[in-house]
């Protein structure tokens, strides 16, 4: 297939419509002229062209009413107008209807070759930003957030429900547990989706800097203050503003995040008219906000305003089920990065990080799984290795089959343990989490099992 850009003339001028034609041709761009309008819109297909340059002035259907059908086709598809009579009138109807450019009769072929070649980089731009939208609402749609426990289904339930409704919420739980990412799911499953998703922590900036990035500032406000600035929250206008730990947002700061949601306005620094912007307030703490209420370091009316809806995350340490599918999602990210070919944790690895509690969650399993696929040179993350990184006791690594087992009782063992698997999975549908905590076994176990008799959660589901 050709990558010449596909371009369509309309034009009754014969001689003007042709040497248009023998210009683009000589650019290189894959052109084809009409000289009758009704003919040129009846062949006009989405998806065929990249540009439609026509002239206004037409007998029968003009180029005003090609413009309308061609953009009734093709929402997307650059139009250039042109015209002997370029009247600011006319100039303003067809831009309303939805031109991209006017080009003035005579003009030069640079001149036109300059307005083709603007337009189509238009166009690109606009393809390529549509494409990176739909990559990002893509990697964060609930299906591609990692975990099979009942604690994170729970939580997507939730956020699922309340993305589509335009209101605050405070995601609560401790470090490293991804509220940002619930947040980022929260904006791009909304109707803001096309919008930006502006994020800041509020811990990270001091309270002179942390005032005028949220809220921006009028030149002449503060020595230093050389010009205007936009602050974060106009920035975000039309999408969404994440306060990750929210908790630590000084007085003054609060009280004018306070006054924005409640009246969708707010001042920069150094201004007495309100700006107003249309922006949803998402916001994280892994403190206890209903505390430093108590203490009043932390408006209670504020905390009211961004806990219209409450979503809490649960530590690691309370989705064990998640464990093997988040490090073998962390394995692949680094086997990509860096080439390497790691298939997964040993059986007795898997087991220690299932016992292991995780201070960190998943921000700490993604830094020791990276390290520890750096330091690996088998197959596999052994527990010597990853042991350098975590602390595993020894009463917590369940012990394993013996391999190899021969005579009537390993035969026996492997009819019993498959018969009570399969019944496992059946009573409870394939929820390996459920089948788990009925049996009081690991959850890496579990999988181990089931691996080494070929057994498939789908047959059960």
Known sequence: MSNKKRIMLIDNEEGLCRMMEAVLLDHG??????????EAVEEFTPGQWD?????????????LEVLQRVKMKDPNIPVIMITAY???????????????????????PEELLYRVKNALQHTQLLEENRELREELVGKFR???????????????ERVEK????????????????GKELIAQAIHYNSLRRDKKFIAINCGALPESILESELFGYKKGAFTGALENRQGLLEAADGGTLFLDEVGNLPMNVQKTLLRFLQEQEFLRIGETTPTRVDVRILSATNSDLKATVKTGTFREDLYYRLNVVNIHLPPLRERQADIPLLAAHFITLQ???????????AP????????????GNIRQLRNVVEASVAME????????????????????VPLHDAEGEEGEYARALSRFEVDYLKGLLRKNRGNIDAAAREAGMNMATIYRKMKKYNIRREDFS
């Open 348 to 359: 007795e690895a898997m087991d220690a990080a299932c016992c292991y509690p995780w201070p």
């Open 377 to 396: 040179g088998s197959d596999y993350i052994t527990l010597p290795v990853l042991s350098q990184f975590i602390e595993v006791q020894a009463d917590n």
């Open 29 to 38: 761009y894959a052109v084809k002229a009409f000289i009758r309008s009704f």
């Open 142 to 156: 609930f299906e591609n957030i990692i975990g099979a426990s009942e604690g994170l289904k729970s939580v997507l």
């Open 86 to 108: 370029a009247t600011v009138e006319m100039s303003i109807q067809a831009l309303r209807k939805g031109a991209y450019d006017m080009l003035t009769k005579p003009f030069e």
């Open 162 to 177: 309340i993305a589509i409704r335009d209101t605050s919420v405070l995601i609560t739980g401790e470090s490293g547990t």
């Open 51 to 63: 540009l439609v340059v026509t002239d206004i002035k037409m007998p029968g259907m003009d180029g």
């Open 335 to 345: 086997n990509k990065k860096f080439g390497t070919a790691i298939k997964g944790l």
